[in-house]
């Protein structure tokens, strides 16, 4: 292993960004995060942490978004939007991120993507398992990952991130009340928060290169078990669901989690506490 590195670039500091960015701070790295506007910096700031503006689909943040592309360590956590989302137009703008991560002389290069890489495969994934997207969310990450992993060969991490819960972000608040859900036999696939930001500080402490991770709490109860039991904590009607399904996507971290010597906060769905409705 090399000399341990120091210093630290997270874009978008967002709701995984800004409490990674926090954590790695208090580890000892010199983070530098990048927000949108300059008016959303003030967050950084009182953390003490370098923000710097910067938007992945400018072509005008060349110099005052410098300073984000000089650190040891690039953590890509952008999320590609929900309106009017143009998978050609977010790969190539992600591609130039990483064009100029690389001049730039980061060392380590870590792309947060998703496990709808994997599209609509059944049954057991890990992280070997052919990777057949089906929406243009997953095309895109797909094309990033590979683009990451040729052009930063082994610097170069794909992490790939199930269902995010943490804080107020809860799924189980989504299906409530509804009726006729299908799949109810599928199996669940969520991660909290902190388990993330564990493994990302694993990753950069142990400078892993050249590969792909992949991250899911071990305990996988079927849908409807686990959205009946989150409606009925969040005082919140049980949806009903139709019990079909049951061949869903299993993530199965186990190579990931001994990789980095990860021991999972939230091993189980049901161990992620709910956010308060009130």
């Not at 402490?205 to 959205?227: M, N």
Request: charged share 25%; hydrophobic share 35%; proline share 5%.
């Amino acid at each position: 292993m090399s000399e341990p590195y120091k210093t630290v670039s997270i874009s978008g500091c967002g709701w995984l960004g800004l409490p990674l960015a926090e954590y790695l701070h208090q580890g000892g790295y010199a983070v530098t995060g990048s927000k949108r506007s300059e008016d959303s910096l003030k967050g950084l700031k009182l953390k003490n942490i370098n923000g710097v503006v910067f938007d992945v689909y400018s072509e005008n943040a060349e110099s005052s978004s410098q300073p984000l592309f000089g650190s040891d360590v690039f953590v890509a956590n952008i999320p590609p939007g929900r309106r009017s989302f143009d998978r050609h137009k977010f790969a190539d703008a992600m591609k130039n991120l990483v064009d100029r991560a690389k001049s730039g002389g980061v060392k380590q290069f870590i792309f947060i993507s998703t496990s709808s890489v994997y599209g609509s495969i059944t049954g057991v994934v890990t992280e070997n398992t052919v990777c057949e997207p089906d929406t243009e969310s997953g095309k895109a990450h797909r094309e990033i990952e590979e683009y990451v992993l040729s052009e930063f060969g082994e610097h170069g991490v794909v992490l790939r991130l199930t269902g995010l819960v943490g804080d107020e972000r809860h799924p189980g608040k989504h299906l409530a009340g509804r009726d006729n859900v299908n799949g109810g036999l599928d199996p669940v696939n969520l991660i909290h928060r902190d388990d993330c930001i564990e493994a990302i500080s694993s990753i950069i402490s142990l400078q892993r290169g050249g590969e792909v991770f992949h991250l899911s709490a071990t305990d996988h109860p079927t849908r409807s078990d686990f959205y009946r039991w989150a409606a009925t904590g969040l005082g919140m009607k049980e949806p009903v669901f139709i019990e079909d399904g049951g061949q869903g996507k299993m993530i199965e971290p186990t190579h990931t989690l001994k990789t980095l010597s990860l021991t999972l906060k939230y091993p189980s769905p049901f161990d992620i506490p709910l956010p308060d409705v009130n």
